[in-house]
């Protein structure tokens, strides 16, 4: 199985949704978000808890998502290397690039499989490695800000643990 997500961000994502046509049909699980649902695809939902949101990447050969830091962070705690699509301010996808310059980053240090032109999109899920081990991703100082921005104080004992 596919796993496609497009994230929660209100403005739809119908770039990467139609680039779809490009993978078997037959194996792609699509959260399409507020875009339009693919059509030929296996399942299709607007949206999924959280809790299915990581049995869909741990049941997923491969991934391909959009560049939400969420979405990448799962994917790679749940073993893969995802490919990953930028939403990007130029055609309306999102307010600014900042998925953009993430990928680019991640790209660097070989975590994420980009794709920048959509016309690529099949070959770069088929370059991607199987899913391996789950990983613990060690935490740090940037997990403890994003945790204090996030967490109200009472409940940050239990939060991403």
């Keep these: 199985m596919i796993f496609v997500t497009v994230g929660t961000h209100q ?5 990467l949704l ?13 959260q399409h978000g ?30 391909v998502t959009h560049a939400g830091v969420g979405s990448v962070l799962l994917a790679r705690r749940t073993g893969h290397v995802p490919v990953v699509v ?15 310059q993430l990928i680019r980053a991640l790209t660097e ?15 770069a899920v088929a370059s991607a490695p199987a899913r391996g081990e789950p ?4 935490e740090g100082r940037l997990h403890e800000a994003l945790r204090t ?10 939060a991403g643990r």
């Design 11 to 15: 403005q739809p994502f119908t770039r």
């Design 18 to 30: 139609e680039s779809l046509d490009q993978l078997p049909g037959d194996q792609l699980v699509v």
């Design 34 to 63: 507020y875009g339009p649902p693919p059509e030929g695809v296996a399942r299709a939902v607007p949206f999924v808890s959280f809790r299915e949101m990581v049995d869909l990447f741990e049941e997923a050969e491969r991934v």
């Design 86 to 100: 930028p939403r990007l301010q130029r055609y309306r996808e999102h307010v600014d690039d900042h998925q953009l």
């Design 109 to 123: 240090i070989g975590h994420v499989i980009p794709v920048f032109d959509t016309a690529e999109l099949a070959q």
């Design 135 to 138: 990983t613990n991703l060690r």
């Design 149 to 158: 921005i996030l967490v109200p104080a009472g409940d940050r004992s239990e």
